[in-house]
């Protein structure tokens, strides 16, 4: 009798897996929504190959106190993929980093020839960006320190790049929610790919329903009329990445109201490349949903 039982919870958990996989999903919507939900996709598509993209990082090198010798000869402090074998040293003291090129070595800012200088990170309005042929790098300031972010402009993957594969657009996933506001903004913690953390304010939640369930999601001030959200859900890990996905969507109306649009759920930039310092949904933007729409997972090895 045991066995009979043990047999009968094992088939029938094979058939959940076996239907969950192999479920079906058609396109619905409007020709105009599902049209404009594919040039969206097809804009972020453009947006990843680009210069700023997130397809041609080739290298993530913190920074250590005093002088870090740098080119792509082994007995730098950072190695280079490629480039001169020696190009010059980076020094940091406190929050400021300062550059000093080897004679010889064509390093460039804005097409002009640096010899010495003193580096913007991203956290300012205007990074320093220093480019040497294909290369372009530039410093990163992150809880953990300072970092180096190395793009190659020939990065193979540009070249091998093609799509990522989604969801069908279906208007059934453009909901409606309700706004409420944090007053005062209340404070998350928002881990990230590289083992920290940091405190973030967040201005309010959205809360909204789907298939007769109530779900929230604190929000995340993304500047100007905007907010974002990182989330994860129940494919994450199976259909999507496994550490959860960006959604971005227009503050609240007069009314409170939010669309959220999870047809243009997105992966964040660490799917493509272990070179990103990519942020991890906050505790309370864990979903018990599947949320069937959006990118899918991309690539094997993220």
């Not at 506001?181 to 998350?188: H, V």
């Not at 959220?260 to 992966?267: I, K, Q, V």
């Amino acid at each position: 009798m045991k066995k009979i039982l043990f047999f009968s919870v094992a088939l029938i958990t094979l058939l959940s897996i076996y239907s969950c996989k192999n479920e079906t999903f058609e396109q619905k919507g409007t020709p105009e929504y599902i049209n404009e939900v594919n040039e969206w996709h097809q804009k972020r598509i453009s947006r990843l190959k680009e210069e700023t993209g997130w397809l041609n990082l080739v290298g993530l090198f913190w920074l250590k106190d005093g002088e870090n010798k740098f080119g792509s000869a082994k007995d730098n402090d950072i190695i280079f993929p490629s480039g001169p074998e020696h190009i010059g040293s980076l020094f940091l003291k406190d929050s400021t980093v300062k550059i000093n090129v080897l004679p010889g070595v064509s390093v460039l800012n804005n097409n002009k020839p640096v010899n010495e200088m003193i580096l913007k990170d991203d956290h300012t309005e205007e990074p320093t960006i220093l480019a040497l042929g294909s290369l372009r790098w530039y410093i990163i300031k992150r809880v953990k320190g300072y970092a180096i972010r190395l793009r190659d402009l020939n990065a193979r993957l540009l070249k091998t790049f093609r799509d990522i594969e989604r969801f069908p657009v279906n208007v059934d996933w453009r909901i409606e929610a309700k706004f409420e506001k944090f007053d005062p903004p209340k404070k998350i913690t928002i881990p990230d790919i590289i083992g920290t953390s940091e405190e973030e304010n967040s201005p309010g939640a959205v809360v909204f329903r789907k298939d007769n369930q109530t779900y929230r999601m604190d929000a995340l001030d993304a500047g100007g009329n905007r907010i974002w959200f990182i989330f994860a859900d129940e494919t994450s890990g199976n259909e999507t990445y496994g550490a959860g996905r960006f959604l971005y969507t227009d503050k609240p109306d007069s009314n409170g109201i939010v669309i959220l649009d999870f047809n243009r759920a997105y992966n964040p930039p660490c799917v493509f490349t272990r070179f990103a310092t990519c942020p991890l949904p906050p505790k309370d933007n864990y979903l018990k949903l599947r949320i069937t729409a959006g990118e899918k997972m991309w690539g094997e090895h993220h």
